[in-house]
């Protein structure tokens, strides 16, 4: 950091002190209680098809469900304090919380034993109208800090089709929502992708960037996220 970068962060940190994105406690992105309290997924007992806490035996939501990728890992449960963290990030109160969120998706990634697997790393990209209600896209910040830790190129292979605000929709509508969400924007698209998002509720948005990648060349599609919704 230069000079001024530094200046700069020494007034912003006047201005507004850095405050824990889960407890507000002054100091630090993170606390140390808060980074203890994270609803981390076990992932030994978690589904292996949708990354579901407590699912390796029953998920139900796989029962009735297939997905077009293969895997997926969840780094928390959509719980406190991953769920305010996640809020704050992407309602752009709190940008710097990138490579904390990073980290706990890199390590999930990790856990797995997926460090080594994907040829390229493609974040779910934002709605033009969320990338400007928030003025940023907030996955692919996310992204890049993972693509770093882990030495694997991020690759921004989709854009989004336009319209795809999924609240208030039931499981049939998202369904036929999410089917044409993307367009694909690279012109080759790597073996073994690891496509990454925030939340995983339904799955139907993963579900079809997957389908997309794998109609557009890929072979395997895993998915990582920072929170299963459950
Ligand atoms: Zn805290
Ligand atoms: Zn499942």
Not at 23 to 47: F, K, S, T, Y
Not at 63 to 89: D, H, K, N
Not at 188 to 211: C, E, H, K, M, Q
Request: aromatic share 4%; with cysteine; glycine share 8%.
């Amino acid at each position: 950091m230069g000079l001024l970068g530094e200046i700069l962060d020494a007034a912003l940190e006047i201005v507004a002190p850095t405050r824990c994105a889960g407890c507000d406690l002054p100091g630090e992105l993170l606390c140390e209680r808060c980074r203890r309290d994270l609803p981390l997924v076990e992932l030994q007992g978690a589904c292996p098809s949708c990354g579901a806490p407590f699912g390796r035996i029953v998920c139900t939501e796989c029962w009735e469900r297939r997905y077009g990728f293969a895997q997926a890992v969840a780094a928390c449960s959509l719980e406190r304090p991953m769920s305010r963290l996640i809020t704050l990030y992407k309602d752009g109160a709190e940008r710097r919380l990138a490579p904390v969120l990073g980290a706990e998706l890199t390590k999930a990634i990790r856990d797995s034993g997926w460090a080594d697997w994907p040829s390229a790393l493609v974040p779910i990209p934002a709605t033009p109208a969320a990338i400007r209600r928030r003025g940023f896209d907030h996955i692919s910040s996310v992204v890049a800090t993972v693509a770093a830790s882990l030495g694997v190129p991020a690759l921004g292979a989709l854009e989004s089709s336009g319209a795809r605000d999924l609240r208030g929709l039931g499981r049939e509508e998202r369904s036929v929502a999410t089917a044409s969400a993307f367009r694909l924007i690279c012109a080759d698209v790597p073996p073994r992708v690891l496509v990454i998002d925030d939340v995983f509720t339904t799955g139907s948005t993963l579900n079809a960037a997957a389908d997309l990648l794998l109609a557009s060349g890929a072979g395997e599609v895993r998915v990582a996220v920072l929170a299963r919704s459950w």
